[in-house]
């Protein structure tokens, strides 16, 4: 069964770390198009991260500089390393893959969730 | 402020068809394809459309993706109540290089 579940969120303050993994199963993370996608309470949906390829990235204008995207290809497991964190963090962080319509950012395969919320 | 630009609502009866529009730019819907989501309350996005008309497996054929230019449109035929959801309409930007999505459309069954 492909499935991605994620972990990892959790309360941190203003100024501080947390990093965000994503553990696939059913494909390999490595071959696909990977995603960090986030929600903030009442808004729509922001493409904050992609990996590609040989390691290719983007990072949304808001998050360049503060968080890394990477793969642990043992693990089969996608991460978000989110430092610098700002109140306007505060999401649910959703990650992508698409092994199915293998479509760069056509994510057909979502994890549950996590929830980062930034606040002192 | 999304570069694609959906209206925020929309409705419907049950059986009937609805549209949704997704209009952007020479930068990102009239030189990439475009993808389609569907959110139901509380739980993660759904593939719904993508390269501006492919639905993939598992997908009613009444949803469909249309392009046309600068816009496109996701239409939704036979309304039922389970559609009531957010969609929101992706495309790859070719000035940020990267992917978008519009602001969303909240779907409502009357």
């Known amino acids: 069964e492909v499935q991605l579940v994620e972990s990892g969120g959790g309360l941190v303050q203003p100024g501080g770390s947390l990093r965000l993994s994503c553990a696939a199963s059913?494909?390999?993370?490595?071959?696909?198009?990977m995603s960090w996608v986030r929600q903030a309470p009442g808004k729509g949906l922001e493409w904050v991260s992609l990996?590609?390829?040989?390691?290719?990235?983007y990072y949304a204008d808001s998050v360049k500089g503060r968080f890394t995207i990477s793969r642990d290809n043992s693990k089969n497991t996608l991460y978000l390393q989110v430092n610098r964190l700002r109140t306007e963090d505060t999401a649910v962080y959703y990650c992508?893959?698409?092994?199915?319509?293998?479509?760069?950012?056509?994510?057909?395969?979502w994890g549950q969730g996590t929830t980062v919320t930034v606040s002192s | 402020q999304s570069v694609l630009t959906q209206p925020p609502s929309a409705s419907g009866t049950p059986g009937q068809r609805v549209t949704i529009s997704c209009s952007g730019g020479?930068?990102?819907?009239?030189?990439?394809?475009v993808n389609w989501y569907q959110q139901l309350p509380g739980t993660a996005p759904k593939l719904l459309i993508y390269?501006?008309?492919q639905r993939p497996s598992g997908v009613p054929d009444r949803f469909s993706g249309s392009k046309s230019g600068t816009s496109a449109s996701l239409g939704i035929s036979g309304l039922q109540s389970e559609d009531e959801a957010d969609y929101y309409c992706?495309?790859?930007?070719?000035?940020?290089?990267?992917?978008?999505f519009g602001g969303g459309t909240k779907l409502t069954v009357l």
């Open positions: 059913g494909f390999t993370v490595s071959s696909n198009y």
């Open positions: 020479n930068s990102n819907i009239r030189s990439n394809t």
């Open positions: 390269t501006d008309n």
């Open positions: 990996i590609y390829g040989g390691g290719n990235t």
């Open positions: 992706a495309a790859w930007d070719d000035s940020l290089n990267g992917p978008v």
């Open positions: 992508g893959g698409s092994p199915r319509v293998l479509h760069l950012y056509g994510m057909d395969v």
